[in-house]
Nanobody
Framework: QVQLVESGGGLVQAGGSLRLSCTASGGTVSSYHMGWFRQAPGKEHEFVATISWSGSRTYYTDSVKGRFSISRDNAKNTVYLQMNSLTPEDTAIYYC???????????????WGQGTQVTVSS
């Protein structure tokens, strides 16, 4: 079983940037397809970005395309989410997830982190 721990969240002004990190233990990130999800107060979980185990394939939800970038460093068992041009609508708890298949990485992942809070002020 894989354990995922997110870090890098915090408070940032609109237009600013943050980089979230997700480090895996009890397994290796390279063994799984990885995804990022988020949930704002009163809203359901929303898919944000995914990356295949090799890093050859990425996909983003429309609202973050051109602003967010997902990457991975398998040697460090870590996946990243670089977030630029942040807006208050990006405020949410961000969750890292791992999946055994690519399709599950953006639908129903097998493992979840505890989440990290991102707050964007106007």
């Amino acid at each position: 079983q894989v354990q995922l721990v997110e870090s890098g969240g915090g408070l940032v002004q609109a237009g600013g940037s943050l980089r979230l990190s997700c480090t895996a233990s009890g397994g290796t990130v390279s063994s799984y397809h990885m995804g990022w999800f988020r949930q704002a107060p009163g809203k359901e979980h929303e898919f944000v970005a995914t990356i295949s185990w090799s890093g050859s394939r990425t996909y983003y939800t429309d609202s973050v395309k051109g602003r967010f970038s997902i990457s991975r460093d398998n040697a460090k068992n870590t996946v990243y989410l670089q977030m630029n041009s942040l807006t208050p609508e990006d405020t949410a708890i961000y969750y890292c997830a791992a999946a055994r298949t690519y399709s599950r990485s953006y639908t129903n992942p097998d493992f979840w982190g505890q989440g990290t809070q991102v707050t964007v002020s106007s």
